[in-house]
C-alpha cells in the first residue's frame, strides 16, 4: 500500500485476492526541510471473519493461504531490509492477527529515503496492482509532489480474477494522507480534499479505479 501501490504484504494479499474487501491506508508527515515519517496500513478487519476460515485452509481456488507464522517472518524481513536502508531509522511494525491489520512505520531524513522505501516495498513483494510512484520536494520553494503514472501490468492481472472475484473488489480502497507543519495554499489533485486547518490533503480512491487506470494520484502541493 506505494511505489506499485499495496506491497505491505504479499501474503496478507493473497487473502484479500479471496475476500477482496480491505483499505490501504499511506500516511506521510513532512517537515518543512523534507524530513518526515510515512507510514503504510494494509487493514483487512472489514473481512475478519471471512478471512479467519481461510486462514484453516492449506488453500483456495488454487491460492496458497499462508500460515499466521509466514506472515509474521515476511513482515520481521521487510523490517530487517528497511533498518538497512540509508536515510531511514526507527522502523516499526504492528502485526493484529486478530483483525488482520499489518502497518509498517518509520522516519525518513529527506525525500530520497522516502523513494527509498517504497523502492525496497515494491522489491520485496512483487505483487503489482497500480502504477508507479515517487515524490519530490523542494525545501526552497515548498513544494511537495507525488509523480504517478499509470501501469497496465496491474491491470493485466487483475483481469486474470473471474468476474465474481472482480466484483469482490468494489469494496476496497486505497487512502492518502500528507500532513504538513505548514498551512497548504495549493494543491492540484481535484480528488483530494484539503483538511479545515489546511495542513492536511487526504485522497481516497477505489482499488478498481487505480487498476483500470481511472484514478490519477498525482498530485503537486505548494506549501506557505
Do not use: W
Request: include cysteine.
Amino acid at each position: 500500500m506505494f511505489r506499485k501501490i499495496f506491497y505491505v504484504t504479499a501474503l496478507f494479499l493473497s487473502c484479500t485476492i479471496l475476500t477482496g474487501c480491505l483499505d490501504i491506508v499511506e500516511e506521510i508527515d513532512l517537515k518543512t526541510n523534507g524530513s518526515g515519517q510515512i507510514k503504510a496500513t494494509l487493514n483487512m478487519s472489514k473481512s475478519k471473519t471471512k478471512v479467519a476460515s481461510l486462514m484453516m485452509l492449506d488453500q483456495v481456488n488454487g491460492i496458497k493461504v499462508p500460515s499466521k507464522t509466514t506472515i509474521q517472518n515476511e513482515v520481521n524481513a521487510v523490517v530487517r531490509l528497511l533498518k538497512q536502508t540509508n536515510g531511514i531509522s526507527n522502523v516499526v511494525s504492528q502485526l493484529d492477527l486478530n483483525n488482520y491489520i499489518v502497518s509498517i512505520k518509520c522516519d525518513f531524513n529527506d525525500v530520497k529515503a522516502l523513494n527509498a522505501f517504497t523502492k525496497t516495498l515494491s522489491e520485496h513483494f512483487k505483487i503489482k496492482i497500480s502504477g508507479n510512484t515517487s515524490y519530490a520536494y523542494s525545501p526552497g520553494t515548498k513544494i511537495f509532489e507525488r509523480q504517478y503514472k499509470f501501469s497496465p501490468e496491474g491491470k493485466k492481472e487483475f483481469g486474470k480474477l473471474n468476474a465474481e472475484n472482480q466484483k469482490l473488489f468494489n469494496d476496497a480502497y486505497f487512502t492518502s494522507i500528507y500532513r504538513f507543519s505548514e498551512p497548504v495554499k495549493k494543491q492540484d489533485n481535484n480528488l483530494a480534499k484539503l483538511s479545515s486547518n489546511k495542513k492536511a490533503v487526504m485522497l481516497k480512491a477505489g482499488v478498481i479505479g487505480l487498476v483500470n487506470g481511472q484514478v490519477n494520484l498525482s498530485n503537486r502541493i505548494q506549501l506557505n
